[in-house]
């Protein structure tokens, strides 16, 4: 999509204010939320758990459509998670209409080792009887190969940063260590926290990991390449060369086959703005478009529609302080050699927001829920769409 229509789209509820509705009540308040755009829907949204009122787990699943051209919205309560997460990550298995739902946080704050699943065709919500190997926090789940299966990668069991990849298989309902093709445990290179990682091609054969926290708490420039068979059986893990610098809380996104981009986090000394773009042919990355001034943030909440991605909100503090929430949002167009532009008209969000939910849904962005951690008073209507 070219950038004066994507620019028209992302604008065209989000000008003028009475054009920016404010949302019905969801029911409940969610910080770090799992979120999704429904795959094959231009305007519908799920949102798992996160943290609710009293720092509490939240067990909801809610889904959120929105309509462009009446700016009407509709919150619909999904259903119940067996178990309460703040901060789980989720999946779809390929193949499917089903969301794999791991780890998180306990609202006592230990690491989960529940797997559970959700079918959002017909609302299903399934427990799978097998557990992690250990509670994760800060983690990530990819699809991997072009069964019904994902990979768990890398994260921290309560105690310290991980280098596991466990495999979750629908059908089968295992959790299994991933396995080279002469049945050899695989893991990381380094044991990392808040590593990104993404599928980079329609197969998922090529799972592109990379950044993160190790076990001392320091920001890691290692990048690998997990390459595995449609049956997600590991056929051999490549180093790439190091990123530029260091690099843990950003986001990395799927550009084109066998190409990727990480942005935004920490580079050990202050918010990062370069962005680095992975090419698979050359296994190497490379400086691309910087995020202006002001706009470096970690945890970035992102959306994604063609090749267009979006920032809202997001973490602007320090890495071991507390959360700062972020007003501003950008966005990037990726036409000649690409480009971070500042978001505009209007140029801030409603509210500061940390942890909050985002997504291209039926052209315009809208990001739901978060958290501003620096108001007096807790804040009310984390539902208001920008």
Not at 42 to 71: C, H, Q, S, V
Not at 80 to 96: C, K, N, Y
């Amino acid at each position: 999509m070219k950038r004066g229509s994507i620019v028209a789209l992302l604008l065209a509820h989000l000008t003028v204010a009475s054009a920016r509705p404010e949302l019905p009540a969801a029911g409940l308040d969610a910080l770090y939320p799992a979120y999704l755009r429904i795959p094959g829907s231009a305007g519908r949204m799920l949102i798992f758990g996160g943290e609710g009122a009293d720092a509490k787990a939240n067990d909801a699943i809610y889904e959120l459509a929105f309509e462009r051209a009446t700016a009407s919205v509709t919150w619909t309560a999904r259903g119940v998670l067996a178990v309460a997460r703040r901060e789980p990550e989720i999946a779809v298995f390929p193949s499917t209409n089903v969301v794999a739902i791991v780890g998180g946080l306990s609202t006592q704050g230990s690491p989960l080792n529940a797997i559970e699943t959700f079918d959002y065709a017909t609302g299903k919500r399934t427990s799978i009887a097998a557990k992690l190997p250990a509670g994760l926090v800060h983690h990530q789940v990819v699809p991997c190969g072009t069964g019904a299966r994902v990979l768990v990668i890398g994260g921290d069991d309560g105690h310290a940063a991980v280098a596991s990849l466990t495999v979750v298989a629908l059908d089968a309902a295992t959790v299994e260590p991933l396995r080279d093709t002469a049945g050899r445990k695989v893991t990381l290179r380094a044991a990392r926290s808040f590593v990104s990682a993404a599928s980079i091609d329609d197969a998922n054969s090529k799972l592109l990991v990379v950044g993160g926290e190790t076990r001392g708490g320091t920001a890691s420039n290692i990048g690998e390449i997990i390459e595995v068979t449609a049956e997600c059986v590991a056929q051999r893990i490549r180093a790439t060369s190091p990123l530029p610098e260091r690099r843990t809380r950003g986001a990395l996104t799927r550009t084109g086959n066998d190409s990727a981009i990480y942005y935004a986090g920490w580079n050990g000394d202050s918010l990062a703005l370069d962005s680095f773009v992975y090419d698979a042919d050359a296994n190497s990355w490379q400086v691309g478009a910087p995020l202006p001034p002001g706009y470096g943030r970690m945890r970035p909440p992102h959306a994604v529609m063609d090749t267009v991605i979006a920032i809202a909100g997001g973490d602007v503090g320090a890495l071991h302080g507390p959360a700062v929430p972020a007003t501003n949002w950008a966005v990037y167009f990726p036409e000649n050699g690409g480009e971070w532009t500042p978001g505009d008209a209007p140029k801030l969000m409603h509210h500061p927001r940390v942890g909050n939910a985002l997504a291209f849904l039926d052209g315009a962005l809208i990001t739901v829920f978060g958290k501003n951690t620096t108001a007096a008073q807790p804040f009310a209507g984390l539902d208001a769409p920008e």
